[in-house]
């Protein structure tokens, strides 16, 4: 059914998403905007950062929204360009983990329940929604909509994309089990509105979503509308109730845990030797880094909940 105003989107495409998926997903999307009688540019590169360039050319052309298709990788990229700018931002859900999506409460595993709920939300107002702003230590900005880790998960993450083998997601399953067994619990300074808490920490993460991982509940109460960012650290624990606690994190059943805690503020300050930061499922740099939250820089075509 032809929409009500026609626009002119970007579909970005992320061939390598959920190891393929993202390729499968992209063409009823095109097709599905272009019956509505919208005015598609769909892009698709080798690489993320052709991609990015390929994006952002587009977008100075003027457009009215970007739709990626992909997982939280794919997310970032479009949050990068498009923070804190009048340009909408759609997501296919067809990446591993999806936990932007999850939260804004978009399908997951269903493409046309996707593209559907994207075509409808094009006829409404758009939902405002928070965006992380991090600053790293050589002043380089960088958005995200989810969550920026700095702890265990980020060094898996690191050490997945440097693992050329498995190719599946038991590539981050691989990548766990290995820095389990060299982890040792890490010491941050957290600063929280210009208050310093000096710990000793397995996870540190900077939320604006609730979760990472493909559905980790880590800050279960986060939202993406309050202005705040959730802080969550779980604190200096032996291995066994390390990892004891995952099963727990995974239902957001975490919360009042006395090795866990979670505290909001507006602007964060994460330092430690030798720490590397992902948001978004994306590498940031090494620490420290400033994040701070930009209240309704986003502008996201999901339901509001
Ligand atoms: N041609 C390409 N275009 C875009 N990204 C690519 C491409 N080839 C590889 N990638 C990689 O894909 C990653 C992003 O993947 P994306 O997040 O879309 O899917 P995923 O990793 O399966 O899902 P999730 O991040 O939700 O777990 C980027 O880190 C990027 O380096």
Redesign the pocket.
């Known amino acids: 059914m032809p929409s009500t105003t026609p626009l002119t989107i970007i579909v970005?495409?992320?061939?390598?998403?959920?190891?393929g998926?993202?390729l499968e997903a992209a063409p009823p999307v095109v097709t599905a905007l272009e019956e509505a009688g919208h005015d598609v540019t769909a892009l698709?590169?080798?690489?993320?950062?052709?991609?990015r360039e390929a994006v952002a050319a587009e977008l100075r052309m003027g457009a009215d929204a970007l739709v990626?298709?992909?997982?939280?990788?794919?997310?970032?990229?479009g949050v990068n360009l498009i923070a804190d700018s009048s340009v909408r931002l759609g997501i296919i859900?067809?990446?591993?983990?999806?936990?932007?999506?999850r939260a804004l409460g978009l399908p997951l595993d269903n493409t046309e329940a996707a593209i559907r709920m994207l075509l409808a939300e094009l006829d409404h107002e758009p939902r405002r929604i928070d965006a992380g702003r991090v600053t790293a230590a050589d002043g380089t900005v960088r958005w995200f909509a989810g969550v920026l880790s700095a702890g265990f998960d980020a060094i898996v993450n690191e050490r997945a994309?440097h693992m050329a083998w498995p190719r599946g997601?038991r590539r981050y399953t691989l990548a766990m089990v290995w820095e389990l067994l060299w982890f040792r619990p890490i010491r941050y300074r957290v600063t929280i509105d210009g208050d310093p808490v000096d710990t000793k920490g397995m996870l540190v993460s900077v939320s604006n979503g609730t979760s990472i991982?493909?559905g980790m509940l880590i800050t279960p109460d986060a939202q993406f509308d309050d202005g705040l960012l959730d802080v969550f650290i779980v604190g200096s624990l032996p291995k066994l109730r390390f990892i004891r606690l995952f099963p727990l994190v995974f239902k957001g059943r975490h919360v009042g845990n006395p090795a866990v805690t979670i505290r909001r503020g507006r602007s964060i300050r994460l330092e430690s030797d030798d720490v590397v930061a992902y948001a978004?499922?994306?590498?940031i740099g090494m620490l420290p880094v400033e994040v701070e939250v930009r209240p309704g820089a986003l502008l996201v075509l999901a339901p509001i909940l």
Do not use: K
Request: glycine letters at 20%; aromatic letters at 4%; proline letters at 9%.
């Open positions: 970005a495409i992320n061939p390598r998403a959920a190891f998926l993202g698709s590169m080798p690489s993320y950062d052709e991609l990626v298709v992909g997982g939280d990788g794919m997310v970032s990229l859900p067809s990446g591993t983990g999806n936990d932007v999506a994309n997601p991982g493909g978004d499922g994306e590498r």
